[in-house]
Nanobody
Framework: QVQLVESGGGSVQAGGSLRLSCVAS?????MGWFRQAPENERERVAT???????SYADSVKGRFTISKDNARNIVYLQMTSLKPEDTAKYYC????????????????????WGQGTQVTVDS
């Protein structure tokens, strides 16, 4: 079981930036960020494979960047040019399998989840 702790959420004006952090208790092959707004389904935002391959939802491409600090088992989500529609609770997730496989099997639940951190973007 991987413990995940997110931080870095908050309130920001549209056009602003935030950086979310996720500290993992151990290194895991695939890491991801998801988000869920009230009355919406959970949405995959970005993923990062162990060797560095990334993927992004179309809605955040060019604005969000996922990265990691291998030495400290921290995954970041740098969010820029934030929009009100980015408002959601953001969750860090980890899975021992391949990110590519998890992406192509969206109904399979990721193995480990954090508690989430709220991001609110004001217009």
């Amino acid at each position: 079981q991987v413990q995940l702790v997110e931080s870095g959420g908050g309130s920001v004006q549209a056009g602003g930036s935030l950086r979310l952090s996720c500290v993992a208790s151990i290194a895991t092959y695939c890491m991801g960020w998801f988000r869920q707004a009230p009355e919406n389904e959970r949405e995959r935002v970005a993923t990062l494979e162990w060797e560095g391959t990334t993927s992004y939802a179309d809605s955040v491409k060019g604005r969000f960047t996922i990265s990691k600090d291998n030495a400290r088992n921290i995954v970041y989500l740098q969010m820029t040019s934030l929009k009100p529609e980015d408002t959601a609770k953001y969750y860090c997730a980890a899975d021992p399998g391949s990110c590519e496989w998890m992406i192509t099997h969206p109904r399979v639940r990721w193995a480990n989840w954090g508690q989430g951190t709220q991001v609110t973007v004001d217009s």
